[in-house]
Every structure is written in C-alpha cells, then in structure tokens.
C-alpha cells in the first residue's frame, strides 16, 4: 500500500470514528440539555457526562488528523487554502472542542457542590448553571461555523484536484454551505439543525469510498507533476 492510498484510508477511517463519536457524546450528553432538573441529574449521572466528554475530545482529535494527512497532498494544488484547512478543520475545531469537553466537565462539578448546597446557596448555583449551559451552546454554534468552513475548504479542494469523484466533493461542497446556515440562524434562536445531515451522510460516504477506492490516481499524478 503507497502512502497516498494509506493517506485515504486513515482519512476515511478518521472521519468515521470522528462521527461515531459526536453521536455517541450526544447520546450521553444530549439528555441533559433541555432537562428542568439539569443540576440534579448530571451528578447522578457522573459515568455518562464524562464518558460524553470523552467522547467530545476523541471526535476532536480525530477529526484533526483529517485536515493534517490531507495536509501534503492539498499544498500541492494550493499551498494557503491546505493550511488553512489545517487551521480551521484543524486547529480552531480541535481548541472549540476541549473547551465543551472541559465545560461540561465543569458542569459536573457544579452539579456535585450542588447536591451538597444549602438552600441560600441554591440561587447562585442555578444562576451559574444558566451561565454554563447558555455558553455550552454559544460554543457548540461557533464549533459549527468553523467546521462548516474548513468543510468548505476541504470540499473545494476536493472538487478542483478531482481526488474524489465531483458528484461526491460537490454534495460536500452543498452540505457544507447548508450546514453553515444551521448555526448562523441558531444564533439568533431558531433551530435548524436538520440542515447538517447532508454533510454528515457525506461525509460516511466520502469515508467508505476513500477507504474502499482512495485517490484517483490520475488527480495523484496530476498534482504531483504540478509540485514539479
């Protein structure tokens, strides 16, 4: 196996893993979101909320390593456009998402020294636990924007080198714009999350199909005769 194709595998195998974790650090963090009893129930439910969070910091991590295996191959079409992809699918996503993973982290202690508060100090925990929560979803919006945008970057490239097939890169290239959108309008209070599935059932098949078939070797030699 030559590294270009070792390169697509791993890349496929990255954002499998990368996406398997998401759901999963929603499923045990999910539920606590919109619960009235919030405070309460993550103490109770210690095992899920840092099993979540790990789940959030592998889903960074992987999804990192996307951008930087990608790294040497995209600088040969164009040098700018490949780093900032590393910076933004890379860098900015993976800092966003140990901050969640630390904030939720920081959630259960809260949660804890509430449970063993008295009923003067009730007041200022919910008011510190409104806090935690509101800055929880400002900062799952921005991780959004910036994935979309390093998603486009990476669709871009994608789509001009032809290392994967257009109608694969160009559904990216659309799910990254939609997926753009969703946080855009969540900002303002209105939930559109619907619009980045799209990118993410791309994305599995981008995976599949870089793990099963890799590069397209004339796109390979093409770049590289470019370098030359």
């Known amino acids: 196996m030559n590294t270009n194709r070792r390169t697509a595998v791993w890349v496929g195998i990255f954002f499998i893993i990368g996406t398997v974790s998401?759901?999963?650090?929603?499923?045990?963090?999910?539920?606590?979101?919109?619960?009235?009893?919030?405070?309460?129930?993550?103490?109770?439910?210690?095992n899920k909320i840092i099993l979540g969070a790990l789940f959030i910091l592998t889903m960074?991590?992987?999804?990192?390593?996307?951008?930087?295996?990608?790294?040497?191959?995209?600088?040969?079409?164009?040098?700018?456009?490949?780093?900032?992809?590393?910076?933004?699918?890379?860098?900015?996503?993976?800092?966003?998402?140990?901050?969640?993973?630390?904030l939720w982290l920081m959630l259960l202690t809260l949660s804890q020294e509430f449970s063993l508060a008295g009923s003067s100090e009730i007041g200022m925990f919910q008011h510190l636990g409104v806090l935690f929560t509101k800055t929880e979803t400002w900062m799952a919006h921005i991780v959004s924007i910036v994935f979309s945008l390093g998603a486009l970057m990476i669709y871009w490239i994608f789509y001009r080198t032809k290392l994967i097939p257009r109608w694969l890169s160009g559904w990216g290239l659309i799910g990254g714009l939609?997926?753009?959108?969703?946080?855009?309008?969540?900002?303002?209070?209105?939930?559109?999350?619907?619009?980045?599935?799209?990118?993410?059932?791309?994305?599995?098949?981008?995976?599949?199909?870089?793990?099963?078939?890799?590069?397209?070797?004339?796109a390979i030699a093409s770049l590289s005769e470019k370098q030359i």
């Not at 650090?25 to 103490?43: H, K, M, R, T």
């Not at 600088?75 to 900032?84: D, V």
């Open 22 to 46: 998401g759901v999963l650090s929603e499923v045990n963090l999910g539920p606590f979101l919109g619960d009235q009893d919030y405070l309460a129930n993550i103490a109770a439910n210690e």
């Open 60 to 102: 960074g991590f992987t999804l990192t390593m996307v951008p930087v295996l990608l790294y040497p191959i995209f600088k040969k079409y164009n040098h700018a456009l490949a780093l900032a992809a590393v910076v933004f699918r890379g860098a900015l996503e993976a800092v966003v998402y140990m901050a969640l993973a630390a």
């Open 178 to 218: 939609l997926y753009f959108v969703a946080p855009i309008v969540g900002l303002f209070g209105t939930d559109l999350g619907f619009l980045m599935l799209p990118l993410a059932v791309q994305e599995m098949a981008m995976a599949l199909w870089l793990i099963t078939k890799g590069f397209e070797p004339t």
